[in-house]
């Protein structure tokens, strides 16, 4: 289901789709211990990729390979992976992902993945180079980024068809945006366009749109606001970021549900004395009164070393 992680594709039971590759593309996969290597053979050429995930890495609560090697190394890579993506199909898998919404039931709401990227450029950023030379390649090679990102774009296209006519309440479409890696120019120019699109399609069908917003926001907290996402998942304030949040609060109360505000560095004894747990919490349910449209959760996650008894008390608090 998540083979094809190393070019940012998957095939979830959250997704909701299935993708299906070209007759054309060979998909050679070679495991060894904790490594597997994925080969994409085209008629132009190939690509690869390779993965890691070690027992050191799941005890540490890892639940996705890191990518040692990513499917971009040079120049002629970028036509390879053109080919690959122009001749991408995406189909409805509605059945699976409605077994996993029932399954859910009235414990919460099933989300649906339709896209960990929000665009065609940080689809290219966030999966397919490293992230240093992701800069470098998007100064260096604009001409065949841009021609890529025209090949990913038609997936994106289906993808959104898809996920619109899904059962879905909500769906996520997009992941991971920070001051400074997805700074506010480049923020305003490669990923606003996608955001707003994809949310005005599902509004039209009667969804809402939720993004993983769990890096720094200090300079894209207007940005992110008119971005036309209904909620901000996984939103980490200070004293983890800079923005604190009565600012988030403040700032997006009324317009984005705020999902999140527990930062994780509270929930650990090696960063959090009980002392400065309790007077945390005790302060955020005073910047967040009275919490018409704020989903307390922790951000980014729970950490393995988290003290579980601080997540009762905060269920405690949240109930009263």
Known sequence: ENIHRGIGLYSLKENGYRITFSPNVDVQVKRQGDTTRIAYHTPIGK?????????????????????????????????????????????????????????????????????????????????????????????????????????????????????????????????????????????????????????????????????????????LMDLIQDSGMHIAEAVCPYPMMKVKIEEYSRRWGNKITIFGGIPQSVLSEDTASEDEFQNYVDHFFKAVAPGRRIIVGVADTTPPNAVFDRLRRLGDRVEK
């Open 47 to 219: 690509v690869s990729v390779t993965e890691v995930i070690t027992e050191e890495m799941k005890k540490a609560g890892a639940s996705i390979t890191w990518l040692e090697e990513r499917a971009i190394k040079t120049a002629d890579d970028y036509r390879v992976l053109k080919y690959i993506f122009e001749n991408i199909e995406v189909k409805p898998d509605y059945d699976h992902y409605a077994k996993w919404q029932a399954e859910v039931g009235d414990d919460g709401v099933a989300c649906l993945m339709g896209a960990f990227a929000p665009s065609p450029i940080q689809h290219i950023q966030r999966d397919l180079l490293e992230a240093t030379d992701f800069f470098y390649h998007y100064n260096d090679f604009q001409k065949e980024m841009q021609s890529l990102a025209e090949g990913i774009e038609q997936v994106y296209d289906q993808l959104l068809d898809v996920v619109v006519k899904s059962p879905a309440e909500i769906v996520l479409w997009g992941a991971n945006y920070d001051d400074m890696i997805t700074y506010p120019s480049y923020f305003e120019k490669e990923i606003t366009p996608w955001l707003q699109k994809a949310s005005r399609r599902l509004e039209e069908n009667g969804k809402l749109m939720i993004c993983h917003t769990d890096g720094e926001n200090l300079g």
